[in-house]
């Protein structure tokens, strides 16, 4: 007798049951085997490999210089982690704004060469067709509208997006057309929590929110942020979980102390 239980994966059906009935998804980012394990026994719904990783992992300014290569990388480590959550990854810069065939290629090389459970990319109307043409081939794809990084340097900023009636505008009708091309779930970055919840009542995808308010049907955080690892980077929509940087701090402050003291390792210690 199998005695261990069955772990039901987390998949775009389960995500829509939970919008159906109200229950908010949770969603956090991983670029690493280790914190995808925790994450996933926490019981996250989705794991999100970022491409915030060229920020939080690589140092980087912006997320344009990571790679396909980098994203396939990272995805391997993280997915060893997991036996629940869905595994999305992000379709880095220039993977997929040349041409429709060239997204559907990537897309498909994530699938191929990675666990991934869907991929996820930026923009609204002018990626319409790709994530149509990635859908149709059987691979889930979310959307991702409002601050989008990637953007940068057309924004020229991270400042909230959909505060004038035009972006608003903008916005809701990049929703409904995400929905329509077969997007199964769209994340709302940075947008006023008011266009956030219109949004969320308009489309029948589960929007997930990252600075977006509460009334998505979902939140997403990048893990390093809200471990409280990235302290150089405090935006008010990021809260705190917990103090790791200070954690990490005293206890390698410690570890050098006792190696300089002679008092690591100690007998039991050693062999
Ligand atoms: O790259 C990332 O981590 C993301 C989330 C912030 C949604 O896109």
Same mark, same amino acid.
């Given at each position: ?45 989705? &794991? ?16 344009? @210089? ?73 691979? @889930? ?35 409904? &057309? ?52 990235? &302290?150089?980077?405090? @935006? ?36």
């Amino acid at each position: 007798m199998n005695t261990e239980k069955e772990i039901k994966r987390v998949t775009t059906k389960t995500l829509s049951l939970l919008k159906k009935n109200n229950i908010k998804i949770t969603s956090l980012t991983a670029y690493d085997f280790i914190t995808a394990k925790l994450l996933d026994e926490a019981g996250i719904d989705i &794991i999100l490999v970022g491409d915030s990783l060229g920020n939080v992992f690589q140092g980087n300014e912006t997320t344009l @210089p990571v790679t396909m290569d980098e994203m396939i990388y990272h995805t391997k480590a993280v997915s060893k982690g997991i036996n629940r959550a869905m595994l999305i990854v992000d379709m880095p810069f220039m993977s997929y704004q040349l041409s429709v065939d060239e997204g559907f290629r990537n897309a498909g090389r994530i699938m191929k060469e990675t666990p991934a459970g869907g991929v996820k990319l930026e923009g609204g109307k002018r990626v319409a067709n790709t994530i149509r043409q990635i859908t149709q081939a059987g691979i @889930p794809v979310m959307g991702h509208i409002g601050l989008t990084p990637q953007s940068i340097y057309q924004f020229g900023s991270y400042r909230e997006r959909g505060k004038n009636k035009q972006e608003a505008d903008e916005i809701l009708e990049d929703a409904r &057309i995400i929905e329509e091309a077969g997007a199964f779930g769209i994340v709302l970055e940075k947008i006023p929590s008011e266009l956030a919840k219109k949004v969320t009542e308009s489309v029948k995808i589960p929007t997930i929110g990252i600075g977006a308010g509460v009334h998505c049907d979902g939140q997403i955080l990048v893990t390093p942020d809200m471990l409280g690892l990235n &302290i150089d980077f405090h @935006p008010r929509f990021v809260r705190h979980y917990s103090s790791l940087a200070e954690e990490i701090l005293k206890a390698v402050l410690n570890y050098i102390e006792d190696v300089k003291q002679n008092n690591f390792p100690s007998k039991e210690e050693s062999y």
